[in-house]
């Protein structure tokens, strides 16, 4: 299993332009989302979903759409990039727990993103 | 959600016994405790995950005392390779969902 994949690695956009981040994960979770991460910082939720064609929003949605037409895959895509998006994104996936309870999410490499 | 605080950043020499408390004051009935280790230029990755009293296994130890206002995360003789952010989280409540809420964690420097 290759787990949680996200491409690209790198990538440096300039303001007002879009992009797509994309994951990918094969180990048919159903629960997946989208974290940035800032210097210094923890990770902050952007996104979520809980299965195919659900998704919902984490701590700081906006400027970021996502959708979720297969249950492998969850592209973060960035409508109109401003320098204050300068982050490294982490998608994570894992079972969906019960109430309560956390299931291990297993996140993948990262993207790191600069807006100028 | 129940938030969680825990110190900035800890010392430690190769070897010796680390203790990492974070508290919980506001923690639900049924709410766990769930620790990540992240290292630089890496996604966060699960250490252990605990209810009440304590759980071991080989990379670490939870300690919940009996109020479980807060846990302790022990890792035994610690190396350089153990050098990473520990961070502390509540179980999110909502049903179906698996949301992590990350503070700034606390790091962690071990010393040769």
């Known amino acids: 299993n290759a787990g949680v994949t996200q491409t690209p690695k790198f990538q440096v956009l300039k303001t007002g332009q879009s992009m797509t981040l994309q994951c990918a994960q094969d180990m048919n979770h159903e629960y997946m989302s989208w974290y940035r991460q800032d210097p210094g910082m923890g990770l902050r939720l952007i996104h979520y979903s809980v299965g195919a064609g659900i998704t919902d929003q984490g701590e700081v949605p906006n400027g970021y759409n996502v959708s979720r037409s297969t249950t492998e895959d969850f592209p973060l895509r960035l409508l109109s990039a401003a320098p204050s998006q300068t982050s490294v994104y982490f998608c994570?996936?894992?079972?969906?727990?019960?109430?309560?309870?956390?299931?291990?999410?297993?996140f993948g490499p990262g993207t790191r993103l600069t807006v100028l | 959600l129940a938030k969680t605080t825990q110190p900035i950043s800890m010392d430690s020499y190769e070897g010796q016994e680390v203790n990492i408390t974070c508290s919980h004051n506001n923690i639900a009935t049924n709410d766990y405790i769930t620790w990540y280790q992240q290292f630089p230029s890496q996604g966060p990755r699960f250490i252990i995950q605990?209810?009440?009293t304590k759980v071991t296994n080989e990379v670490a130890s939870l300690f919940i005392p009996a109020d479980r206002k807060s846990s302790t995360l022990s890792l035994p003789r610690v190396s350089l390779s153990d050098t990473a952010v520990y961070y502390c989280?509540?179980?999110?409540?909502?049903?179906?969902?698996?949301?992590?809420?990350f503070g700034t964690g606390t790091r962690l420097t071990v010393i040769p």
């Open positions: 989280l509540v179980g999110d409540r909502q049903t179906g969902a698996n949301n992590l809420f």
């Open positions: 605990g209810y009440k």
């Open positions: 994570a996936s894992s079972p969906i727990p019960l109430a309560g309870h956390h299931n291990e999410q297993f």
